[in-house]
Each structure stands twice: as structure tokens, then as C-alpha cells.
């Protein structure tokens, strides 16, 4: 694989929490997701959020508070969609438009860049722009692998196959990094 510059990963159930939002301060990191991002860092790699978060634009949480909290877990650019399904933006996944403006603000090419996440909105969006796509099993993830496996998906969604199915995000980091 060639050298990777970015992996954008999401929020809920990839890197904690559950298959629903659960806002800051409340939000905790599944076991060794804090080791597996020092370990993306120390391999000279740019971390960022892939994220969608509704409650934003329903007053229910700030950006800055989201923003925050992913800094301290070590990501080093945000990239979050704060609109609701329903307000009809160009960033909430399964757009590409976050990694699209990602890589226009450092510089990336999305072919050498990974998207690791627990939803098909997740890996549709990363397929779009040529990133590899990771699947990981927690949260929402073994619904969608299972959904993937038993042939549910239709239409485009159908065509986006992961470059990995992995159990969770540390065995998702220590695959790209060997």
C-alpha cells in the first residue's frame, strides 16, 4: 500500500460510544482507540474526524464541544457535517463533501488516504473520492457487515466493497500499519 497521508475516522461506534449519539463529556473511547491514534500519529499520518452530528443544528450540542473533544483524543483537523438529514447540505455523509475539502485544505490525496467507520454512509462517502474503506464491527458495524454479507444493499450501495472488515479500530490500525 502506498504510504498513507490521512484517515479520517468516524465518531460514534467507530472510536467509542454506541450506535447513537452520545454528545461530549459524555462520550467515552472504546478500549486502546487512544494507543491506535498515537500510533497513526507516530507514523507521521494526519488524523481527522468524519462526522456527522445533527444535535448541532437542534441546539442540543455546540461544534466547539464536539471540536474539543476530538482534539483531545489526538485528532489533528475536524471535519463535521452539523446539519440534520432532513436540511439537505452537501456534507453530511454519504457525501464526499468532507473529505473533498480535507483534501483541498491540506494538501491530500484521497487515494492515499482511509476511511475507517462503523455505517455504509461511511464507506459510500470514502468510495466516491478513491479512499481506502475500513469497516469496523462496533456500534452500527456488525449490522452493516451483516446487511453487506446477506446481499441488502441495493443501487450504488451495493457496488462499495471495504478494503477490510475489521473486528474494531485497533485491529483496523494495526493492519494499515504492517
Partial sequence: MLSIQAVFLDRDGTI???DSVIYPKEFTLFPGV???IQ???????????????????KGEATYQSFEEEL???GFDKIYLCPHRSTDRCTCRKPSPEMLLTAAKENN???QRSVVIGD??????AADEVGCKKILVKTGSGKDAYNKYINGEFFGRWKDVTPDLIAEDLN???????A
Fill in 39 to 57: 500510533k497513526l500519529k507516530k507514523a507521521g499520518i494526519l488524523i481527522c474526524s468524519f462526522t456527522n452530528q445533527p444535535g448541532i443544528s
Fill in 34 to 36: 487512544a494507543d491506535s
Fill in 171 to 177: 485491529e483496523a490500525v494495526n493492519w494499515l500499519l
Fill in 16 to 18: 467509542g460510544g454506541s
Fill in 71 to 73: 482534539i483531545s483524543f
Fill in 108 to 110: 491530500l490525496n484521497l
Fill in 119 to 124: 455505517r455504509w454512509t461511511d464507506l459510500l
